[in-house]
């Protein structure tokens, strides 16, 4: 894969982010976006156990697509304040995503601003994100397509991004929003995946207060290098292309492939995996 660093920047105008990044729909860190929020000085674990301990939170981990797991379905839930122990005790892969701040812990909106970066924002809905070390998502991207801004907290998170121009050479599943599930994005083996060497995308580490822009559409691969949390904001897709696309993913391929799922079982799961492997050949005949 060939990774450029993500440009960065200590702070932007809402008119040069606009015009240098939003327009051409570029990815970019914004290093002292957060600096001037009680967010910056509070949000850290020890402050999330005592705000939301004894919230159940929902837990997922990197296992492998099953077909009886419902679309967002959480593979196990715990106590907020027992889960982070567990992250700061010892690496698992148990991570918390899509956690609406809004509607689990109210008092944090008061922590937090709105930037005006020059979109209009979905004021409801800040979602948290949390991993222990070595913790990660599959390579994926946003069911809606959205302009999103991720604001990390506490520790270090390995962020790669590629445009949807590259999804030919991605191993997209079909009928779904992601890669193949066997692709380590962090260290992918060529010689398996020989499509990734024609991959052209972005790298970066996200540290406590940094704002990474991901633009519409953009896929996204997520590492926590040590345990630390998220916050993602949104702002709908401006493209009309990728609106459709969004449309169509949450009306139509969603209910689509969770329709297969129940019909079909595990077999349309290993069906799907074998169609991402064909697809691939042909590209690399």
């Given at each position: 894969?060939?990774?450029?660093?993500?440009?960065?920047?200590?702070?932007?105008?809402?008119?040069?982010?606009?015009?240098?990044?939003?327009?051409?729909?570029?990815?970019?860190?914004?290093?002292?976006?957060?600096v001037?929020?009680?967010a910056?000085?509070?949000?850290?674990?020890?402050?999330?156990?005592?705000?939301?301990?004894?919230?159940?939170?929902p837990?997922?981990?990197?296992?492998?697509v099953?077909h009886?797991?419902?679309?967002?379905?959480?593979?196990?839930?715990?106590?907020?304040?027992?889960?982070?122990?567990?992250?700061?005790?010892?690496?698992?892969?148990?991570?918390?995503?899509?956690?609406?701040?809004?509607?689990?812990?109210?008092?944090?909106?008061?922590?937090?601003?709105?930037?005006?970066?020059?979109?209009?924002?979905?004021?409801?809905?800040?979602?948290?994100?949390?991993?222990?070390?070595?913790?990660?998502?599959?390579?994926h991207?946003?069911?809606?397509?959205?302009n999103?801004?991720?604001?990390?907290f506490?520790?270090?998170?390995?962020?790669?991004?590629?445009?949807?121009?590259?999804?030919?050479?991605?191993?997209?599943?079909?009928?779904?929003?992601?890669?193949?599930?066997?692709?380590?994005?962090?260290?992918?083996?060529?010689?398996?995946?020989?499509?990734?060497?024609?991959?052209?995308?972005?790298?970066?580490?996200?540290?406590?207060?940094?704002?990474?822009?991901?633009p519409?559409?953009?896929?996204?691969?997520?590492?926590?290098?040590?345990?630390g949390?998220?916050?993602?904001?949104?702002?709908?897709?401006?493209?009309?292309?990728?609106?459709?696309?969004?449309?169509?993913?949450?009306?139509?391929?969603?209910?689509?492939?969770?329709?297969?799922?129940?019909?079909?079982?595990?077999?349309?799961?290993?069906?799907?995996?074998?169609?991402?492997v064909e697809?691939?050949?042909?590209?690399?005949?």
């Amino acid at each position: 894969m060939k990774l450029r660093e993500i440009p960065r920047v200590d702070t932007i105008s809402k008119e040069a982010f606009i015009d240098q990044y939003f327009r051409p729909q570029q990815p970019v860190v914004i290093e002292r976006a957060t600096v001037d929020w009680p967010a910056f000085g509070r949000w850290n674990l020890d402050y999330m156990r005592r705000v939301a301990g004894d919230k159940i939170v929902p837990l997922y981990d990197d296992r492998p697509v099953n077909h009886k797991d419902g679309f967002n379905e959480p593979h196990a839930k715990m106590r907020m304040a027992d889960y982070i122990d567990l992250l700061q005790k010892e690496p698992t892969r148990y991570r918390i995503f899509l956690w609406n701040i809004l509607k689990e812990v109210p008092e944090l909106q008061y922590d937090y601003e709105y930037p005006d970066f020059g979109l209009k924002l979905q004021k409801g809905l800040p979602m948290l994100f949390f991993g222990g070390r070595d913790s990660h998502t599959f390579m994926h991207y946003d069911i809606d397509l959205a302009n999103i801004f991720h604001f990390h907290f506490e520790g270090t998170k390995e962020c790669i991004l590629f445009p949807q121009t590259e999804t030919k050479n991605l191993y997209k599943v079909p009928h779904s929003l992601i890669t193949h599930e066997s692709i380590d994005f962090a260290k992918p083996d060529l010689d398996k995946w020989p499509l990734l060497k024609n991959a052209n995308g972005f790298r970066t580490f996200l540290k406590h207060g940094e704002v990474l822009y991901m633009p519409e559409g953009y896929w996204h691969y997520m590492k926590y290098l040590t345990p630390g949390f998220s916050m993602s904001l949104r702002s709908w897709p401006k493209n009309s292309t990728n609106v459709a696309k969004g449309l169509y993913n949450i009306f139509v391929m969603r209910n689509y492939d969770n329709l297969m799922r129940k019909l079909g079982g595990q077999k349309w799961i290993e069906w799907k995996n074998q169609k991402t492997v064909e697809r691939a050949h042909k590209v690399l005949r």
